[in-house]
């Protein structure tokens, strides 16, 4: 079983729209949870933290529910600057973060 | 500015040689770290540096080699053995522990020719 594990979509939407996708991981011991956010044929970067009790940042907010082991991604408002691959990340109880294969958003004009 | 950055961006090797990725930064960070990502997939973790003058094996570490004679520095030396070295590289760095997740460079896109 992989560690971390994504719906790769692709998820096509319309501006505007809000659009969730979630992730799962294998590791109930990980300590810290992260979206990145991946360009074509660029490095991640870092989207936002993921807090236990649930984050937002602007349009985007994070969920983590420990109980069932997943952690959720909800954009609001979509722009079309907001297509991108969204990769979940997960950091174990040593120092290493594993990350998901990425979940592939299109926003359509 | 503080970054973390890769060279060359573009890479072609022809079979049977050994090519060396180079990795800077100048974030003050203990740890680096390298990935490999082939297309529709996700990063996999090929070697790793806590600190100088030591690092450990990642998931595929086969065919690869490391040094860590600096802090700054984390270079990655693709040797013959790796039978399949076309991909996108990655290199990542952190501090310990890396609450605030990985910082990474630009990547070097290696084709074998």
């Known amino acids: 079983r992989k560690e971390v594990e994504q719906d790769p979509g692709p998820f096509n939407v319309p501006e505007g729209a809000t659009v969730a996708f979630n992730c799962t991981y294998s590791?109930?011991?990980?300590?810290?949870f992260f979206w990145y956010r991946q360009d074509c044929r660029k490095e991640p970067k870092l989207l936002m933290s993921?807090?236990?009790s649930g984050n937002e940042d602007g349009r985007f907010t994070a969920q983590l529910n420990r109980a069932s082991q997943y952690i959720s991604l909800l954009i609001r408002d979509s722009k079309l600057s907001d297509s991108a691959t969204y990769l979940c990340?997960?950091?174990?109880?040593?120092?290493?973060?594993?990350f998901g294969a990425g979940t592939t958003v299109t926003v359509r004009a | 500015d503080g970054g973390i950055t890769q060279s060359p961006k573009y890479l072609f090797r022809k079979e049977g040689q050994n090519v060396t990725l180079s990795c800077e930064q100048n974030?003050?960070?203990?740890?680096m770290y390298w990935y490999r990502q082939d297309p529709g997939q996700g990063l996999r973790l090929i070697y790793y540096?806590?600190?100088?003058?030591?690092?450990q094996k990642g998931d595929i570490a086969e065919g690869y080699s490391v040094s860590r004679e600096k802090k700054e520095s984390f270079p990655l030396t693709v040797t013959s053995a790796q039978k399949n070295p076309t991909a996108f590289y990655l290199c990542?760095?952190?501090?310990?522990?890396?609450?605030?997740?990985?910082?990474f460079g630009s990547g070097t896109r290696l084709t074998v020719v």
């Open positions: 990542a760095s952190s501090p310990q522990p890396p609450n605030y997740g990985y910082t």
């Open positions: 590791n109930s011991a990980s300590q810290s």
């Open positions: 993921v807090y236990s």
């Open positions: 990340v997960v950091r174990g109880n040593d120092y290493k973060l594993s």
């Open positions: 974030l003050n960070h203990d740890a």
């Open positions: 540096s806590q600190i100088v003058n030591d690092f």
